[in-house]
T-cell receptor
């Protein structure tokens, strides 16, 4: 299965600023997924990032707030823009490679605190 | 729309006890089901993957079963240890689509 390197692992940011989270995969994958996990909650899908096309956002998430880049088949970034304390969450990227046999793999997560 | 429910929400057991975590899903047309472990403030570690054609998977002290027709899965942990303390998440996939997660079971194993 794929191995994902996610950076940063954690950050404390001032409100109104932006943070870009990076995910690097050790193999080429078609789709990458970005999730948010608010404190005490399960994972909620933000968007699906396809290489060479615009990301597809889930209801309640918009590109202006969470712009995503997918420049190639092994890399993606998620930016959390104009942050507020409500954005404090764990953000995770995920890929599925050989889904039938390996399922989905997740990055180690970015723990974001907005003050 | 697929919905995944996990019961119980939290569980506290003494060390050495065998335990069962439950997961149910509303749409039986799944591709596979995956159990994950999450330590506080961390990412997800895949524990077991069960394809829709399979009934169970085993890894060490963990055994996961799947009854696709009834929309249920269980994760059995044998001889629990304090190191097993974590949140356990169940998620289902319907092909090349994002996973749908349950809210998890928070497990505490007391020495």
């Amino acid at each position: 299965s794929a191995v994902i390197s996610q950076k940063p692992s954690r950050d404390i940011c001032q409100r109104g600023t932006s943070l870009t989270i990076q995910c690097q995969v050790d193999s080429q994958v078609t789709m990458m997924f970005w999730y948010r996990q608010q404190p005490g909650q399960s994972l909620t899908l933000i968007a699906t990032a396809n290489q060479g096309s615009e990301a597809t956002y889930e209801s309640g998430f918009v590109i202006d707030k969470f712009p995503i880049s997918r420049p190639n088949l092994t890399f993606s970034t998620l930016t959390v823009s104009n942050m507020s304390p409500e954005d404090s969450s764990i953000y995770l990227c995920s890929v599925g490679t050989g889904i039938s046999f390996y399922g989905y793999t997740f990055g180690s997560g970015t723990r974001l605190t907005v003050v | 729309k697929q919905e995944v429910t996990q019961i119980p929400a939290a569980l506290s057991v003494p060390e050495g006890e065998n335990l069962v975590l439950n997961c149910s899903f509303t749409d039986s047309a799944i591709y596979n089901l995956q159990w994950f472990r999450q330590d506080p403030g961390k990412g997800l570690t895949s524990l077991l993957l069960i394809q829709s054609s399979q009934r169970e998977q085993t890894s060490g002290r963990l055994n996961a079963s799947l009854d696709k027709s009834s929309g249920r899965s269980t994760l059995y942990i044998a001889a629990s240890q304090p190191g097993d303390s974590a949140t356990y998440l169940c998620a289902v996939s319907s092909g090349n689509t994002p996973l749908v997660f349950g809210k998890g079971t928070r497990l505490s194993v007391i020495a």
